[in-house]
T-cell receptor, first 109, second 116 residues
Framework: QKEVEQDPGPLSVPEGAIVSLNCTYS??????FMWYRQYSRKGPELLMY????GNKEDGRFTAQVDKSSKYISLFIRDSQPSDSATYLC?????????FGKGTRLHILP | GAVVSQHPSWVICKSGTSVKIECRSL??????MFWYRQFPKQSLMLMAT?????????EQGVEKDKFLINHASLTLSTLTVTSAHPEDSSFYIC????????????FGPGTRLTVL
C-alpha cells in the first residue's frame, strides 16, 4: 500500500462549481499536510498548509484534515478556468515530504 | 514570497554526456535543499536531501555516483547527471528550506532533461 493515495483524474467541472479533491494516507507519523498546485511544466506552488485536524480557509480554498480517517481534502469554491492545473497533496514526516500523484483538474468555461 | 530559480529550464544532451543543473535561492538562505524527479503523470519523487557544507543524503535506489549533488553555499545547490542515458530523461525539480522557516519548502520551476 502506498503511503499517500490520490486519484489522478482528470476531473472536469464547469466554471463556478465547487471542486473537491481528496487524498488518503496510511502512515500515522505524518505531521503536516499540504496542497500544492502545479501548472504544466512548472514547479509546484504551495497553496495550503496545516498540521491539525479540522478546516483551514484561505480565500476560495479550504483544506480539511481528518486524522482519525487518514483523509485530507481541498475544496475550491467558485472555480475559475485559471484553477485548471494539477493539484498534489503532500504530507511531511520528519524531514521528508511525500507527494500524492496529483489530480489533474480542468475547469470548463 | 521566497523565490527559487533553476537553470537551465530545459536541456537536451547526447547519451553519455554529463549535465549540470543549478538551483538557487534568490532572496533567502537555504540550509537544506531537496532534489526531486518527476516522470510524466507521476508524482514528485525525492532523490536526495542536501545540507549546506555536508554530503547529500540519497534516497533508496538513487545512485549517488550518477547523480552528484553539491551544496557549497547557502544559496546554491547543483545536481550533475553523469553519463546520462535516455532513461534519465525527466523533469528535475529542486526545493529549498530556509533558516528560521523549517516547515516550508519553496520549489523551483524545474528543469526538463531530454537525453537523446
Amino acid at each position: 500500500q502506498k503511503e499517500v493515495e490520490q486519484d489522478p483524474g482528470p476531473l472536469s467541472v464547469p466554471e463556478g462549481a465547487i471542486v473537491s479533491l481528496n487524498c488518503t494516507y496510511s502512515n500515522s507519523a505524518f505531521q503536516y499536510f499540504m496542497w500544492y498546485r502545479q501548472y504544466s511544466r512548472k514547479g509546484p506552488e504551495l497553496l495550503m498548509y496545516t498540521y491539525s485536524s479540522g478546516n483551514k480557509e484561505d480565500g476560495r480554498f479550504t483544506a480539511q484534515v481528518d486524522k482519525s480517517s487518514k483523509y485530507i481534502s481541498l475544496f475550491i469554491r467558485d472555480s475559475q478556468p485559471s484553477d485548471s492545473a494539477t493539484y498534489l497533496c503532500a504530507m511531511r514526516r520528519d524531514d521528508k515530504i511525500i507527494f500524492g500523484k496529483g489530480t489533474r483538474l480542468h475547469i470548463l468555461p | 514570497g521566497a523565490v527559487v530559480s533553476q537553470h537551465p529550464s530545459w536541456v537536451i544532451c547526447k547519451s553519455g554526456t554529463s549535465v549540470k543543473i543549478e538551483c538557487r535561492s534568490l532572496d533567502f538562505q537555504a540550509t537544506t535543499m531537496f532534489w526531486y524527479r518527476q516522470f510524466p503523470k507521476q508524482s514528485l519523487m525525492l532523490m536526495a536531501t542536501s545540507n549546506e557544507g555536508s554530503k547529500a543524503t540519497y534516497e533508496q535506489g538513487v545512485e549517488k555516483d550518477k547523480f552528484l549533488i553539491n551544496h557549497a553555499s547557502l544559496t546554491l545547490s547543483t545536481l550533475t547527471v553523469t553519463s546520462a542515458h535516455p532513461e534519465d530523461s525527466s523533469f528535475y525539480i529542486c526545493s529549498a528550506r530556509g533558516i528560521g522557516d523549517p516547515d516550508t519548502q519553496y520549489f523551483g520551476p524545474g528543469t526538463r532533461l531530454t537525453v537523446l
